[in-house]
């Protein structure tokens, strides 16, 4: 994390390696009714689109990571959620417990952005020590370095597949990887700015990147080709960006305080999401269909928002943390949502909305 | 899901060789996805290359002869290696490792010449001897067996008299369907066959043709496309075939070809030949000895001569077109599998944002209000109104749904051939992967 390495290292406050089951901290779960921030979306809510709030209870409290958490990402099945912080360290919990269950040790720098492969037993890390490791569950560790990037790696994904890898960094590169040998097939000079976010749509046909000069970029990942370009008319610098779940749309957070929602055949931005605080960090912004349909994404008032897809209101706030949210994962089949922060906190929470579990 | 993005007007049959893969093959097959490509070699190995890596990902050592055909699954977790050595084995690529599982053996008497599965179960499999002899092998538990498919003699009116002797079967495939099987014989005739109850349903003579080398289906299943050794490639428009009844009747037709395709100039043979996936062009590798040749024909306009693709000079020995795209895997002597594309031109305009290209000049007019200045306020509350709309982020069109299968099932087609197939269904289900194994890498660590 370029703007972490930059800060003195945090001071680690109580040494609390295990998790610690949250006594249900009454003040730390925000009432339903928890007054929105000051923002513009005041329309009509949409009476259909969403027949119930969400609402999102802490349930866990995870600490071990030294210094400031920039990932987390629950494993495909959902049992497991790993973190990755400056601190170098890769750490695996069990999502359902909260017990931690593996740290990986290798990165020689701080931890930007972590991935796991689709089938669960791999998981790739990027690293400001320049490059990509590829860890084995089975192994318990490394099995791939992937070297190439000439600078800070900063964001990874998977294809579907799981026999790509996508890269991008602050060589201002987007890096195609064949695992099964770990080489680079292919280096896209991207961007013209530190590549913040790249990642593959559902078929794996697709790739999108974005980075600090405010563009989003789709390419084609079979031929490498630039596709199609989309760009906001204020040009704010990107921090985020994914396919939505039918790859029709990619969902990008900027710097401006903003997620926007693009329909990228018709280059037009179809949502805007805003209420909450993003002008320095990459905020990565995540659907979530486990309950309604809601748009998710950390902030640096130290709060979680939840936005309705369609109508653009926030609909839940989760406040506990205690720094800059910077990491949110939401979880693939339950109704949960885990979140970490920055140094002054350095906890991953687990938030739950198990009314809206049950009623599934 | 990249097609909408890519250009709509490319032209639909590959143009340029994409890359070239070392494999040693003496034939290559895409799978139904079109992400790998199974290479049979002449020492009796197979490997499955991914081409999204352009590696070999899977290495299936079975055979201690050339493999003679290789057929994938319609999900392509099955692979099927016939060989030379006398066995059929069929290859499970689900398997945590590599080497891959055999999930089955099958031995014969001969050397094999060709196999293939059925296409709605890998446990049905078709197998040509090299004797000139076609058996249906069952693998199902309830149906096991093993049947020779036999041709129908005319009765003779002597008595006594021997019948003539029998006709070698020299190519054997199922149609799209796996309804039927259509085999072709030394003497140049087309013998169709009932799946499930073995039995003859059709036979059509094709005059001058000679012997039948290969046969190629356009993936509706209405018209065939045959090789013989007169240098010819023909394609015929098929007849609908009666049900098999108690009384063994068939239909005997002599069948008139659409279309003839041949090289005029060099009169070449032809090594194999290829529809496109929506059956409007036909792919004929050239066995010119010098030069590796691809002719493309398009059906579409009256099968006229469309290009003719030269591949350089290692010369040609197998052809095979991809299942939904406009590229071709073809073999060379020399055991390098060329993967042709159809390259799409960089669009510059696209690197930059609200870019559109033109192919020439245009006045632009600009709108009534373009540039007017409009209040903010009121701007933003357009914005705000069109942003209600709702998005769907969930649903996909799923084209490999409707693309696979049941578009066959029209044509007035029984039930009863489907539900034969469909019993004790394989495990190739929908949507498994291919676990990637990581190659050691010594020096690491």
């Known amino acids: 994390m370029q703007d972490l390495q930059l800060s003195a290292p945090a001071p680690v406050s109580e040494d609390a390696p295990d998790a610690v089951r949250a006594t249900h901290p009454s003040g730390s779960s925000p009432a339903p009714s928890a007054p929105l921030p000051p923002g513009p979306p005041p329309q009509p809510a949409n009476p259909t689109s969403n027949d119930h709030r969400p609402n999102y209870q802490l349930e866990y409290i995870l600490s071990g990571h030294a210094m400031s958490i920039s990932s987390l990402k629950f494993s495909p099945n959902g049992s497991m959620l790993a973190s990755a912080a400056a601190d170098k360290l890769v750490k695996i919990w069990d999502a359902s417990t909260g017990d931690i269950m593996r740290t990986f040790e290798g990165h020689t720098e701080g931890v930007s952005d972590i991935a796991w492969s689709s089938d669960g037993d791999c998981l790739a890390s990027a690293s400001d020590d320049k490059t990509v490791r590829i860890w084995s569950l089975d192994a318990g560790g490394t099995v791939r370095v992937l070297k190439g990037h000439t600078n800070f790696v900063f964001c990874v994904n998977y294809n579907p597949r799981g026999n790509l890898l996508v890269s991008g960094g602050f060589d201002e590169t987007v890096r195609v990887w064949d695992v099964a040998r770990g080489k680079a097939l292919k280096v896209l000079p991207a961007h013209s700015d530190p590549v913040t976010a790249v990642s593959f749509n559902h078929d794996g046909t697709l790739i999108v990147s974005c980075a600090m000069d405010g563009l989003i970029r789709i390419w084609d990942a079979d031929s490498g080709q630039c596709l199609k370009t989309l760009v906001d008319d204020d040009n704010p610098m990107c921090s985020s960006v994914i396919f939505s779940p039918n790859s029709k749309f990619v969902l990008c957070s900027t710097q401006d305080s903003t997620i926007r929602l693009w329909n990228y055949q018709t280059s037009r931005c179809v949502k805007t999401y805003t209420g909450h605080t993003n002008r320095t960090y990459c905020l990565p912004a995540s659907f979530s269909k486990t309950g309604g349909q809601y748009v998710v994404s950390g902030s640096e008032d130290a709060k979680v928002y939840i936005w309705d897809l369609q109508s653009r209101q926030v609909l839940q706030v989760l406040e506990g943390h205690r720094d800059v949210v910077m990491a949110v994962a939401i979880h693939p089949t339950r109704n949960c949502i885990a979140s970490a922060s920055m140094e002054k906190d350095l906890t991953i929470r687990i938030w739950c909305d198990e009314a809206a579990d049950a009623s599934r | ?445």
Not at chain 2, 27 to 45: H, N, Q
Not at chain 2, 277 to 296: C, M, R, S, V
Request: with cysteine.
């Open chain 2, 1 to 445: 899901m990249n097609a909408s993005l890519l250009n709509p007007f490319n032209i639909t049959y590959p143009t340029a060789v994409q890359t070239s893969l070392p494999s040693q093959a003496s034939l290559a097959r895409f799978d139904p996805s079109g992400r790998f490509v199974a290479a049979g070699r002449s020492d009796g190995s197979a490997a499955i290359w991914d081409l999204e890596t352009h590696a070999a990902v899977r290495w299936l050592e079975g055979h201690v002869k050339g493999i003679t055909s290789v057929d994938w699954s319609q999900n392509s977790r099955f692979v099927l290696t016939s060989s030379k050595d006398w066995n059929v084995i069929v290859w499970d690529l689900a398997a945590d490792f590599d080497p891959p599982q055999r999930s089955s053996t099958i031995r014969f008497d001969a050397p094999v010449s060709s196999a293939s599965f059925h296409p709605r179960n890998s446990q049905i499999i078709l197998v040509l001897l090299s004797t000139g002899d076609a058996y249906l092998v069952d693998l199902r538990k309830h149906h096991r067996g093993r049947v020779e498919l036999e041709e129908v003699q005319e009765e003779s009116d002597e008595e006594g008299q021997m019948a003539s002797p029998r006709s070698a079967m020299t190519t054997a495939r199922f149609d799209p369907t796996g309804k039927h099987i259509f085999v072709g014989t030394s003497v140049g005739s087309i013998l169709v066959f009932n799946t499930r109850t073995k039995t003859m349903v059709g036979r059509h003579k094709v005059s001058g043709a000679g012997l039948m080398k290969g046969f190629d289906f356009a993936k509706s299943g209405r018209r065939l496309v045959t090789n013989s050794s007169d240098r010819v490639l023909r394609q015929f428009n098929l007849p609908t075939y009666p049900p098999p009844n108690a009384d063994r009747e068939y239909i005997e037709l002599e069948l008139e070809p659409t279309h003839r395709f041949s090289d005029p100039i060099n009169r070449n043979a032809w090594h194999a030949m290829s529809f496109s996936p929506d059956g409007e062009w036909l792919a004929g590798g050239a066995a010119d000895p010098a030069t590796h040749k691809i002719y493309i024909w398009d059906i579409s306009n009256d099968g006229q001569f469309a290009s003719a693709l030269d591949g350089g000079r290692e010369p040609l020995i197998h052809v095979h077109w991809h299942p939904r795209k406009p590229a071709i895997a073809s073999t060379t002597n020399q055991g390098n599998i060329l993967i042709w594309h159809c390259p799409a031109p960089e669009r510059w305009g696209a690197f930059a944002g609200g870019f559109e290209e033109v192919d020439e000049n245009v006045e632009y007019e600009e709108r009534e209000d373009e540039f007017d200045i409009e209040d903010e306020s009121e701007l933003a509350i357009r914005k705000m109104k069109q942003e209600e709309e709702e998005v769907d982020i969930d649903t996909t069109e799923d084209l490999d749904a409707s693309a696979l299968g049941d578009h066959l099932r029209v044509n007035g087609d029984n039930e009863e051939d489907y539900a034969w197939a469909d019993e004790e269904p394989d495990d190739d289900i929908r949507g498994w992967k291919m676990k990637t194994v990581m190659e050691d890498e010594p020096d690491m660590l």
